[in-house]
């Protein structure tokens, strides 16, 4: 048990490491910072009151009964293998299939993001790491940041034989290496770095957050999103994140995207500037020029103080006010783009 307690936090940051993220733009006075000034709102006089709300009435912030997860459905996956699709299984776990290759983010399928806490972050779905067995073999594993309830110690020890290569924010690789991924599988990249797989041209973009998994890697690893173009579609997952200017910057570098997946809850006055309100969200996709905006970071667990509907309920309605189309699908649905890409209330069934 101390054994796994230990590899949950991942691979240390040695002189070595260190040596290698110095390197980067990013890098200032021993962290990576943000492109815009970013703190929380959270003062030690606060921490008890804010630990007290956090732990009070979670379950009136989850759904009452299990959030069931559809079975993977291979039949409609595999058709027409150049229609990009894809399959939400909560939060931020996204399946994505583009130019015929199979595409996994930030794939935490485990059913705990607290590992390392007193007190369990359970899933609103149960034996989500089952659903691993039913994927198809894996092209590549994107990683956006290594808080824990994105990178899995049990989701990606799972999905070790079956993955390919590893595209991760500089600083990720140290983790995945300790977990034993080997070295020549895995790919770091800074803000703005590319690389062609194929025919898709994937770009690490900015995001406003932060990282770390213990004591003293805070802002040691980078965080960010992901931009997938191909000659025909493009598709940008904006990764966990304050609103920024940034967001125009993808927009104009990159933009505009046939899909936009958004970060959309865990959201709280106290921590505003790195994980934004559902109406900036909104603004956010617009920004980047997304065309069709898909919510994610939701659905998974209670990691905030609001009800777990509210992220989905006010991203709706604000997208219609802005006339920006959004797409939804229960969890494990596959969606094909063109096809069923549409608003889809399935929390509605559930309380």
């Known amino acids: 048990m101390l054994s796994n307690f230990k590899k949950q936090f991942g691979g240390k940051v040695t002189a070595q490491e260190q040596s290698k993220l110095e390197k980067?733009?990013?890098w200032k006075e021993g962290k990576f910072e943000n492109l815009a000034l970013t703190t929380m709102n959270i003062s030690i006089k606060n921490i008890p009151g804010l630990l007290k709300k956090q732990l009070t009435n979670r379950a009136e912030r989850a759904p009452k009964n299990n959030l069931p997860i559809l079975p993977f459905n291979k039949e409609v996956y595999n058709s027409s293998p150049s229609t990009p699709k894809c399959a939400w299984y909560g939060h931020s776990a996204l399946l994505l299939q583009l130019?015929?290759?199979n595409i996994l983010i930030d794939p935490?399928?485990?059913?705990?993001?607290?590992?390392?806490?007193?007190?369990?972050t359970k899933r609103f779905s149960e034996n989500s790491l089952d659903i691993i067995?039913?994927?198809?073999?894996?092209?590549l594993l994107m990683m956006t940041h290594d808080h824990y309830d994105h990178l899995d110690l049990a989701s990606i020890e799972k999905l070790i034989p079956k993955t390919n290569q590893f595209i991760v924010g500089l600083g990720i690789k140290r983790h995945l290496m300790a977990w034993g991924v080997a070295e020549g599988k895995i790919k770091e990249m800074d803000w703005w770095d590319n690389v062609k797989v194929d025919d898709i041209e994937i770009t690490y973009t900015p995001s406003r957050h932060f990282s770390g998994r213990g004591l003293t890697d805070r802002a040691k690893s980078l965080w960010g999103g992901w931009a997938f173009k191909t000659e025909e579609h493009s598709i940008y997952w904006s990764g966990d994140g304050g609103y920024g200017e940034h967001f125009?910057?993808?927009?104009?570098?990159l933009g505009p995207f046939d899909w936009g997946f958004m970060e959309d809850g865990q959201y709280n006055e106290n921590w505003h500037l790195i994980h934004m309100f559902p109406e900036e969200s909104v603004q956010a996709a617009i920004d980047a020029k997304v065309k069709n905006a898909f919510p994610v970071h939701w659905g998974g667990f209670v990691l905030a103080l609001h009800p777990w509907k509210d992220p989905?309920?006010?991203f709706v309605s604000e997208a219609k006010k802005k006339n920006l189309n959004v797409f939804t699908a229960p969890i494990?649905?596959?969606?094909v783009m063109g096809e069923n890409d549409e608003l889809n209330n399935w929390w509605e069934n559930y309380e």
């Open 99 to 101: 130019s015929g290759k």
């Open 133 to 139: 067995d039913q994927l198809p073999k894996i092209d």
């Open 312 to 314: 989905i309920e006010r």
């Open 332 to 335: 494990g649905k596959i969606v």
């Open 108 to 120: 935490m399928l485990g059913p705990n993001a607290s590992p390392i806490g007193p007190i369990t």
């Open 248 to 253: 125009k910057e993808v927009g104009e570098k």
């Open 24 to 26: 980067s733009p990013q």
